[in-house]
């Protein structure tokens, strides 16, 4: 996974431009579609002590999807990560 992360760090700066989001300053197609994985990718971190986005390796990813979950748009459509979390927990 950190191979391909590395990858979309190097997409993220290229498509951005210095920019919040990939699509500008606006969240865009792209920033909905990998920003939909975002929620089980931090609640999964959660669970297993993880460190997938890791601000040493991929800065811009890491700041990009805090800006992304930050987002008001965002944050009245997506679940809480500790709800995702405690789901998970009973689910299993």
């Known amino acids: 996974m950190g191979e391909g992360l590395l990858l979309l760090e190097d997409a993220f700066i290229s498509i951005s431009k210095g920019k919040r989001f990939f699509g500008g300053e606006v ?3 792209m920033d909905i579609c990998l920003g939909s994985f ?12 993880e460190n997938i ?13 805090n800006e992304f979950l930050a ?3 965002v944050k009245n459509v997506v679940p ?12 299993n």
């Open 27 to 29: 969240i865009g197609f």
């Open 38 to 49: 975002l929620v089980i990718l931090k609640a999964r971190e959660k669970l297993n002590g």
């Open 53 to 65: 986005l890791d601000k040493s390796k991929t800065p811009s990813l890491c700041k990009w999807a």
């Open 71 to 73: 987002d008001d748009t």
């Open 80 to 91: 809480e990560i500790d709800r995702v979390v405690k789901f998970k927990r009973e689910f």
